[in-house]
């Protein structure tokens, strides 16, 4: 779990540990870029899958999160009043929808970036040929959960490297994505020149480890423990819906 942040002695790095320390001080402030950077993506990627170029969208996106610091809006999320990306997927279509607000927000932002976006990094494979499917919400959702494994990937990537490992998590890699076929034990052996055996513990032991750093992920981003189950069943559904065909139920 990432340490770059203040919050509860239980969930030291939660999202709504970011949100009750963001404030007008300096450990306030970096506590809300912190959230900036954990939930840019699922804004911008939302905006993209719903028609915005992405000029339009990086704009946008800076000006939404702009409009959270200058309204304050952050200080009106509550736990107990649902999750945190619902919270603000929910202010999000608010701000679309005031045409006025959002233009003169834009204004006050001038040419500064307020969010830093790597767009380049997020066009090059983020695939947007199709038309969206389903409610901005369940498009928001999808683009979080997608945000959630690339950030416990990126972990574990830099993991196996800190061990000498690299050539290794790129080769096992496709081992974790069910959207692919996954490469034969023998061929694995083959490339990485190991018994299948051991390649069969190799894996085993890298989707353990995915498992365990996706639900820190995961828990970074609710209020209380007993959430996260249900929370990772949501991810595992809404990843499900984006990869199943047209017409599926």
Request: aromatic share 10%.
């Amino acid at each position: 779990m990432r340490s770059d942040a203040p919050g509860n002695p239980e969930f030291p790095n939660t999202s709504w540990g970011l949100v009750r320390a963001a404030g007008g001080s300096d450990a306030g402030r970096s506590a809300f870029s912190t959230l900036c950077r954990r939930y840019w993506f699922p804004v911008y990627a939302s905006l993209r899958r719903h028609g915005f170029g992405a000029a339009d969208a990086e704009d946008l996106t800076q000006g939404f999160f702009l409009h959270l610091t200058e309204r304050d809006t952050v200080s009106r999320a509550d736990p107990e009043r649902g999750r945190f990306r619902d919270f603000l997927v929910g202010v999000l279509r608010w701000f679309l929808a005031h045409e006025h607000e959002r233009a003169q927000a834009r204004k006050r932002g001038g040419d500064s970036k307020f969010v830093a976006i790597d767009v380049a990094e997020v066009e090059s494979w983020m695939p947007l040929g199709d038309a969206p499917n389903g409610s901005f919400e369940l498009q928001f959702d999808r683009q979080w959960a997608q945000t959630l494994v690339r950030n416990a990937l990126d972990e574990l990537q830099t993991e196996y490297a800190a061990t000498g490992q690299a050539h290794d998590f790129v080769a096992l890699r496709p081992c974790l994505d069910p959207s692919v076929q996954a490469p034969s034990y023998a061929s694995l052996a083959q490339r990485l020149e190991r018994s299948e055996g051991a390649i069969k513990v190799a894996v085993h032991r890298l989707r353990n480890r995915f498992r365990e750093v996706l639900r820190n992920e995961v828990a970074a981003t609710v209020a209380d423990a007993r959430e996260i189950d249900e929370e990772l069943a949501h991810l595992r559904e809404v990843l499900a819906l984006e990869t199943a065909p047209a017409g599926a139920s």
